[in-house]
């Protein structure tokens, strides 16, 4: 923590818990917050998807009884090392509560589950604007990894 009594207490110690229905007006205003538009009802549609599919998982972060932060996971087979490979699909944390320690707990959350569900490896994509981003993760020792081509096959 820091000693200069203006700054930010340090959110490291955030409780985190799988999110549930009662998390889609949170939910919402994170994903909109990270370049993702989505409303409560949406929302709520998608934690119901996460909550029924034992390859998902969806985790909030609260702070002073606050939601600050997700992280959403995605586990899924990979041919080339026939392994699983576990994918951090969103990773966001609200504005004021960035460059407190909160993100780096949610990555070692999302490594600890990677690692319990037998995953040899964990990745995540950021977009290319995204400098702050990568600079978080290359100090959270994530690498540059390959490029990831696009093709999109509808409104997604």
């Given at each position: 923590?820091?000693?200069?009594?203006?700054?930010?207490?340090?959110?490291?110690?955030?409780?985190l818990?799988c999110?549930?229905?009662?998390?889609?007006?949170?939910?919402?205003?994170l994903?909109s917050?990270?370049g993702?538009?989505?409303?409560?009802?949406?929302?709520?549609r998608?934690?119901?998807?996460?909550l029924?599919?034992?390859?998902?998982?969806?985790?909030?972060?609260?702070?002073?009884?606050?939601?600050?932060?997700?992280?959403?996971?995605?586990?899924?087979?990979?041919?080339?090392?026939?392994?699983?490979?576990?994918r951090?699909?969103?990773l966001?944390?609200?504005?004021?509560?960035?460059?407190?320690?909160l993100?780096?707990?949610?990555?070692?959350?999302?490594?600890?589950?990677a690692?319990?569900?037998?995953?040899?490896?964990?990745e995540l994509?950021?977009g290319?604007?995204?400098?702050?981003?990568?600079?978080?993760?290359?100090?959270?020792?994530?690498?540059?990894?390959?490029?990831?081509?696009?093709?999109r096959?509808?409104?997604?």
């Amino acid at each position: 923590m820091s000693s200069d009594p203006a700054a930010p207490a340090d959110l490291a110690d955030a409780d985190l818990r799988c999110a549930s229905a009662m998390d889609a007006d949170d939910v919402a205003v994170l994903l909109s917050d990270l370049g993702y538009p989505c409303d409560v009802a949406d929302a709520a549609r998608r934690i119901d998807t996460i909550l029924h599919n034992d390859r998902q998982a969806l985790l909030v972060a609260r702070c002073g009884g606050v939601v600050c932060g997700l992280v959403a996971l995605d586990f899924m087979y990979y041919l080339p090392l026939d392994t699983t490979t576990c994918r951090i699909t969103a990773l966001v944390v609200t504005a004021d509560a960035q460059r407190r320690g909160l993100g780096r707990q949610l990555l070692r959350e999302a490594e600890r589950r990677a690692r319990a569900a037998g995953a040899a490896r964990i990745e995540l994509t950021s977009g290319s604007q995204r400098e702050d981003a990568h600079a978080f993760y290359r100090a959270c020792g994530y690498s540059d990894g390959t490029v990831r081509f696009i093709k999109r096959l509808g409104d997604a």
